[in-house]
């Protein structure tokens, strides 16, 4: 596969860069989660790296230079990543790099860095980085990728062209995923409209563990499990995804205070349990219990005692349901 269904108009916009000879020398490709950027980086670098591409500009994958792409081996062709996931891009990393750039490339066509996620880069790094922006050497073309745009410096942000992705349309996506899970549509709602992510939700635990704890949340509403247990067991789930279930069953739960049948339901299998606990909640004490999720949002981010936040929350859910 070539590309993602949502993104011919993107390649095309890449592909205008490469015909018209105005390819930016560092292109700053952004946009949400999950929608494919670095795949289209990729494919991008490697069209710019090809010596004979296929129709529609993509790489032809048996070059000598597609061959040493293969490898992993192309001359160049830089890959620049954290050493471990979720750690920074160092000082010495991009050293090396400019060390490496300071040399002409090796072949006749453009040598491409691609620096992934660009948030990544730590102080130092995105100074020395900014150094090399201000005086690029030939044919050196930089492509970063991110998805944290406000995490980025603002000098680096303004030295580079940039291009966003945009939220990829619904029906298209819809499509795609309908071809590898029964669930799109419920993992799409969860992924917030985010292809890849839902993709992976459709395949790995989640909507068993989503399903688990929606019969915990349940339990609690009627007073048959005790929220301090349950708030224990929630300590393994990833905080921010649970926080984000627990809002949309309260969001889903508003939506039928609203109306008797609601559409675009984030849990719309969970359709008979929410219609039933909507009719019995006082609508108010649910604003009330959502401004507290609307808080622990904020306070996921700080050091605070997961526990002690789990059953401060559990803890209100069971006096709502009380009242
Ligand atoms: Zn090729």
Redesign the pocket.
């Known amino acids: 596969m070539n590309l993602y269904p949502w993104q011919q108009n993107e390649w095309q916009q890449l592909q205008n860069y490469i015909q018209q000879n105005r390819v930016p020398q560092a292109l700053l490709i952004n946009g949400a989660l999950g929608i494919g950027k670095q795949h289209l980086a990729e494919q991008f670098a490697y069209a710019l790296l090809?010596?004979?591409p296929k129709n529609g500009g993509f790489?032809?994958?048996?070059?000598s230079?597609?061959l040493l792409l293969k490898a992993d081996t192309h001359p160049d062709f830089m890959d620049i990543k954290p050493e471990e996931i979720g750690k920074n891009i160092t000082i010495a990393q991009i050293r090396n790099l400019m060390e490496k750039l300071s040399l002409k490339p090796q072949f006749e066509r453009y040598r491409v860095v691609l620096i992934h996620p660009a948030d990544a880069l730590n102080n130092a790094a995105a100074n020395a980085f900014l150094k090399y922006l201000e005086e690029p050497t030939e044919r050196t073309i930089l492509i970063l990728v991110t998805h944290r745009m406000n995490k980025l410096p603002a000098t680096i942000k303004s030295r580079c062209q940039k291009f966003t992705m945009a939220m990829p349309e619904k029906s298209l996506v819809l499509q795609w995923l309908s071809q590898k899970t029964a669930n799109s549509e419920i993992v799409l709602n969860l992924a917030q409209g985010s292809p890849l992510l839902a993709q992976k939700y459709a395949t790995d635990e989640h909507l068993t563990q989503r399903r688990d704890c929606f019969g915990e949340f349940l339990a609690v509403a009627n007073q048959k499990n005790h929220p301090v247990i349950i708030a224990e067991k929630w300590l393994k789930l990833p905080e921010a995804t649970l926080l984000f279930w627990i809002s949309s069953w309260v969001i889903d739960l508003m939506r039928y205070r609203h109306q008797s049948s609601p559409k675009n339901l984030y849990h719309a299998d969970f359709k008979r349990e929410l219609s039933e606990l909507s009719s019995r909640v006082n609508p108010l004490k649910l604003y009330e219990f959502y401004d507290l999720l609307l808080q622990s949002r904020q306070r996921i981010e700080t050091q605070i005692n997961k526990q002690v936040l789990w059953e401060e929350i559990l803890i209100a859910w069971a006096i709502l349901n009380r009242s």
């Open positions: 090809c010596e004979h790489s032809c994958g048996e070059c230079s597609c």
